[in-house]
């Protein structure tokens, strides 16, 4: 409870210190006695993996059968070639050339590795689809498979398979056992996975095999959900699962490290408190999610839910919007990338949102990620071949200011290799409002030739200063080159 008073009372603080920007609303809740990162290169340098991704992902599928009570979740061999038809048809060509599997769906294996994705019929006795089964099927029209799995977790029908590179460690004993793991947080507690206990015996070689498992497989994206629940139990302010602490939590992300690196996978994180301002995440992962659930999609989830509140635990923002603005702080090229989770396209009301929506991750150099299958207007957002030059190019841009109470936080920029630069001019309001750019102030000096991206229109030249009116949740992206 002490760590949850010392956040209350910083972000007290932080609303009668004017907003100066000089806060951090993790910063009472360091635990690491010593830094994590000693011997450590982050992932996202390793040759190739300076970029946030293009993808689609079945989540709005599988969420609509959650939403629905339809039991089990699945998503069948004919859903997988439907999706990589729609994938291949309507986006590949834009640089889309992932889709990833998600939770609410069955996920299974023989020998604590995952193999199997989704029953195959509305039955639990129905058999699964083989991951070798989808990763072919993908291949075949020039795509890949992304996965939602964790080596945080086993997935297993044979309690006595043997860890790889272990002399007959099973793999159940990675399990919680009450007899020695006496450092639990919430003991008492229910498991809400199954949990690899990072100080066992076989543990690091079981998160090495993981990365071999899929690397073998053709899988070099991997998307890790709920590590706040494994670190210390927590959801907001509620105990959800018994809580494995900081050091096991540390430990498993040091082996994220290390292996994703030498089996040349791409980590992204999900749920992370990012405690410490983010010290070990900004090294395990190449993307981390930072703000919560997009669910249903909507402005409400992209930019007004809890506006311009922070917590000291996950999710830190609750909206997409203060999320990308507060962790500017941390990512950029060759660092990690900010992830703003699914796009619900039809979610939105009007152009002008779904527009801002996709500009934004955009803008911040994370991912455009795919959910539903747009069809006709909303599919022509994703098909923006000049807004998604800037993932080509590995651009990250950042807010005039990282604030969250004021329009600086609406204005943003940065460079591309070539020299030009990109300005994102946001409107978060209910009416039509000025946001403009001093130029010079951000370094962008002389004369430039200045281009809308969604109007795909040349609008003459500018020198000091950019401004324009915004529609109300609307943007204005303008690419500047000599």
């Not at 507060?326 to 796009?343: C, E």
Request: glycine share 8%; aromatic share 12%.
């Amino acid at each position: 409870m002490k760590k949850y008073i010392l956040a209350s009372l910083a972000f007290a603080a932080l609303l009668t210190s004017c907003n100066s920007n000089e806060w951090d609303v993790t910063s009472d809740l360091s635990v690491d006695k010593t830094d994590p990162t000693v011997g450590l290169t982050p992932v996202a340098e390793a040759e190739g993996m300076d970029y946030a991704p293009l993808y689609w992902s079945v989540y709005g599928h599988l969420r609509a059968q959650e939403k629905a009570g339809s039991f089990p979740n699945i998503f069948t061999e004919q859903d997988w070639d439907e999706a990589a038809d729609y994938v291949a048809t309507n986006l590949k060509s834009h640089g889309y050339d992932m889709l990833v599997t998600d939770g609410f769906a069955s996920m299974s294996g023989d020998d604590g590795y995952m193999t199997r994705y989704s029953r195959t019929a509305k039955d639990e006795r129905s058999p699964e689809v083989p991951l070798t089964t989808i990763v072919a099927k993908l291949k075949a029209k020039g795509l890949k498979l992304g996965v939602y799995d964790s080596p945080f977790w086993y997935h297993y029908t044979n309690p006595d398979a043997v860890i790889p590179g272990t002399d007959g460690i099973k793999v159940s004993s990675l399990a919680y056992d009450p007899t020695k793991d006496k450092d639990i947080k919430h003991p008492n507690s229910r498991d809400q996975f199954g949990w690899v206990v990072t100080d066992h015996p076989g543990a690091e070689q079981y998160f090495e095999g993981f990365f071999k498992h899929y690397s073998d497989l053709g899988v070099k994206f991997v998307r890790m959900d709920f590590l706040s629940w494994y670190e210390d139990g927590m959801n907001y302010t509620d105990v959800i699962d018994k809580g494995y602490g900081r050091e096991r939590y540390v430990k498993g992300m040091q082996w994220i490290n290390k292996y994703a690196q030498k089996y040349g996978v791409y980590v992204s994180l999900v749920m992370p408190h990012l405690r410490n301002n983010a010290i070990i995440e900004k090294y395990a992962g190449n993307m981390v999610r930072i703000d919560a659930d997009a669910l249903e999609g909507s402005w409400y989830r992209f930019s007004d839910n809890n506006r311009g509140n922070l917590r000291g635990g996950w999710p830190n923002s609750e909206n997409a919007f203060d999320g990308f603005i507060n962790w500017s702080k941390i990512s950029g090229r060759k660092k990690i990338r900010l992830d703003g989770d699914f796009i619900r396209i039809g979610s939105y009301a009007d152009d002008n949102e779904k527009m801002s929506v996709i500009s934004l991750p955009l803008m911040a150099g994370g991912p455009i990620s795919i959910t539903d299958m747009p069809t006709g207007n909303d599919l022509k957002f994703f098909q923006n071949d000049e807004m998604l030059a800037l993932q080509k190019d590995g651009f990250v841009g950042q807010p005039l200011e990282r604030n969250l109470w004021n329009t600086d936080g609406e204005v943003w920029y940065g460079q591309m290799r070539d020299g030009s630069w990109v300005i994102g001019l946001f409107n978060r309001d209910q009416a039509a409002a000025t946001r403009s750019i001093d130029l010079t102030k951000v370094g962008i000096t002389g004369t430039w030739s200045a281009r809308d991206l969604w109007k795909h229109a040349d609008e003459g030249t500018v020198s000091d200063k950019i401004e324009a009116i915004i529609p109300a949740h609307g943007c204005k992206i303008i690419k500047l080159t000599k």
